[in-house]
């Protein structure tokens, strides 16, 4: 039930703590944060962004916040605890969590990142770059990037991962063997 206007009430109304990049702290807030920023920057919706941006470039025609009713049709139904659970909404703040994809859209996003040929290569370049180290004990995240945590315990392995009501899902990139998973579920 959040929505842009709390987000605004919220901007408007709240203090730090700390100093921005004083410390490293995953916030779902901070992505509708980023979202917003990016329908104002584009004057576009969020999902209009995601399709012309990400999704067309790479030929993910199964990605987005509305699918087509054929695609609609497939997606499964969220579930805890062994029962049913509704879709979540996030009316004005939808990249906090509410993009639908399909496994095979996904895999054409970690190829991307791989380096087969794609009309992103440069903008996928940057998201790699690490942006923040982290540098907290027993953490086995070393650094982060624009959406990517980067972990180097063993190789380098560039990952994301998220969960809403009935659903979770993670995307990992291996960049030495050059392998990558998915798991929607």
């Known amino acids: 039930q ?16 700390r100093a921005p990049g004083s410390r490293f702290q995953y916030s779902n807030l901070g992505i509708a944060i980023v979202g917003h920023i990016l329908e104002e920057q584009y004057q576009m919706s969020y999902d209009e962004i995601i399709k012309q941006t990400i999704a067309k470039p790479l030929g993910m025609m199964s990605t987005g916040l509305e699918l087509p009713a054929v695609d609609s049709s497939s997606i499964t139904r969220g579930h805890k605890n062994g029962n049913p659970v509704p879709y979540w909404n996030f009316p004005g703040v939808e990249s ?78 291996n960049a030495e063997t050059g392998a990558g998973v998915v798991v929607l579920s």
């Open 2 to 17: 959040y929505s842009k206007s709390k987000l605004q009430k919220f901007l408007a109304d709240h203090e730090l703590t």
């Open 96 to 173: 906090m969590g509410a993009l639908k994809s399909t496994t095979s859209d996904q895999a054409a996003f970690i190829k991307a990142h791989l380096g087969s040929p794609n009309p992103l290569r440069a903008a996928i370049s940057m998201v790699q770059e690490p942006l923040f180290d982290i540098k907290q004990a027993n953490k086995r995240i070393d650094k982060v990037g624009m959406g990517w945590m980067l972990s180097t315990e063993q190789d380098s392995i560039w990952w994301h991962n998220g969960g809403t009501g009935g659903y979770s899902s993670f995307v990992g990139i």
